[in-house]
């Protein structure tokens, strides 16, 4: 290399991340070894936590929601650990709390 090029650091290369924006909805999942040992499980249930997202998306809030397992699912109920089984179960328990989540449209009436 030319003693006049300097390298660029990698870091500068990548481009910043976006700012949160005040109207986007944001959707973290958090699925602890301790609840779901197998990665494989871990994977399908953080699958299920952004697909689930993404449908209920439009009538949440714009903010940054994060969930976060708090329990196991039993390996005896649901020996494989991608089994369809094991997807309804998870789809059903986030879509109820998801509608639980406060909506777009309550929280712009009670702040107004």
């Given at each position: 290399?030319?003693?006049s090029e300097?390298?660029?650091?990698?870091?500068?290369?990548?481009?910043?991340?976006?700012?949160?924006s005040?109207?986007?909805?944001?959707?973290?999942?958090?699925?602890?070894?301790?609840w779901?040992?197998?990665?494989?499980?871990?994977?399908?249930?953080?699958?299920?936590?952004y697909?689930?997202?993404?449908?209920?998306?439009p009538?949440?809030?714009?903010?940054?929601?994060v969930?976060?397992?708090r329990?196991?699912?039993?390996?005896?109920?649901?020996?494989?650990?991608?089994?369809?089984q094991?997807?309804?179960?998870?789809?059903?328990?986030?879509?109820?709390?998801?509608?639980?989540?406060?909506?777009?449209?309550?929280?712009?009436?009670?702040?107004s």
């Amino acid at each position: 290399m030319p003693a006049s090029e300097t390298p660029i650091p990698v870091a500068a290369q990548r481009p910043a991340p976006a700012a949160p924006s005040a109207h986007q909805v944001w959707i973290g999942a958090l699925v602890p070894r301790r609840w779901a040992r197998r990665a494989v499980t871990r994977n399908t249930i953080r699958r299920q936590i952004y697909a689930v997202g993404a449908d209920m998306e439009p009538g949440l809030t714009p903010a940054a929601h994060v969930v976060r397992l708090r329990a196991g699912f039993d390996r005896a109920q649901f020996v494989s650990a991608t089994s369809a089984q094991l997807k309804r179960a998870v789809r059903s328990e986030l879509q109820q709390l998801f509608r639980q989540a406060p909506a777009s449209a309550e929280v712009q009436r009670a702040t107004s």
